[in-house]
């Protein structure tokens, strides 16, 4: 019998006013906790956070509602599988020891169903981004997280915050050409014969065939929030 797969992307915790993260927050916990009786394993692919630092023995307040649920996921044996997006990269083991999830730096090949799957959160696969990506290697070090880690987390948590705002707004505002840079990536992993490739990121909901595949985003939370759901097709079911 074949097994039921969700997954999400791009919920970005912490992002606006605490009155929209509450109601953000609410969804996305009755969310988790529709996924603990109605999938076998959750995927989430990225950003999950709009800013995430984790110090060793401090972890950001407020988010104390969605690591319970993800918790009791884990524990009610449902694999989750958390990539790592470009807002909320800075974990250290609080996630795979105490909760009991599975992070992923990059994207990774799964089978589901007899089926190909290629997932990632899709950050440093646009074209026209060399900036990111150089970035990307520095931020991602463990010698700048190591540096990092030495600023009160009050401090740390704070420019985090101001920090991936100010990345958001120029990555609004960036023009990386007339292709869709995700799209080309996905084609390519298509002719190498997956069948589904998912990625996130970009914020724009998108379910496309390319050949014998399909190239899938789930937008974001922060504008449409839905989940994909997999079991013998795939489909994007909005949550409202």
């Known amino acids: 019998m074949n097994k039921t797969y969700f997954f999400i992307s791009d919920v970005h915790l912490g992002l606006q006013s605490r009155e929209i993260e509450n109601a953000k927050e609410r969804k996305l916990v009755e969310f988790l906790n529709f996924a603990k009786n109605n999938?076998?394993?959750l995927f989430i692919a990225g950003?999950?956070?709009?800013?995430?630092?984790?110090?060793?023995?401090v972890y950001q307040k407020g988010f104390f509602r969605t690591l319970t649920a993800l918790q009791d996921l884990a524990e009610a044996g449902i694999k989750v599988h958390y990539f790592i997006g470009n807002h909320d990269f800075f974990h250290n083991g609080f996630f795979e020891k105490e909760i009991g999830?599975?992070?992923?730096q990059n994207p990774s090949e799964f089978r589901l169903n007899n089926k190909r799957f290629f997932i990632g959160h899709g950050d440093g696969l646009v074209k026209?981004?060399?900036?990111?990506?150089?970035?990307?290697?520095?931020?991602?070090?463990?010698?700048t997280q190591f540096l990092y880690s030495l600023i009160h987390p009050d401090i740390g948590v704070t420019l985090a915050s101001?920090?991936?705002?100010?990345s958001r707004d120029y990555?609004?505002?960036?023009?990386?050409?007339?292709?869709?840079g995700l799209f080309e990536a996905a084609k390519k992993k298509i002719d190498e014969g997956y069948d589904f490739v998912l990625f996130g990121h970009l914020h724009r909901k998108q379910f496309l065939n390319y050949k014998n595949g399909y190239y899938i985003n789930l937008g974001s939370w922060i504008t449409e929030p839905c989940y994909g759901k997999f079991t013998d097709k795939f489909e994007i079911i909005d949550i409202k």
């Open 39 to 41: 999938c076998n394993e």
């Open 47 to 57: 950003d999950l956070f709009d800013y995430w630092f984790e110090y060793r023995r």
């Open 101 to 104: 999830l599975i992070l992923y």
């Open 128 to 143: 026209n981004d060399l900036g990111y990506n150089i970035l990307k290697v520095i931020l991602r070090s463990r010698f």
């Open 162 to 166: 101001h920090t991936s705002k100010s």
């Open 171 to 180: 990555t609004s505002k960036k023009d990386y050409g007339e292709e869709d």
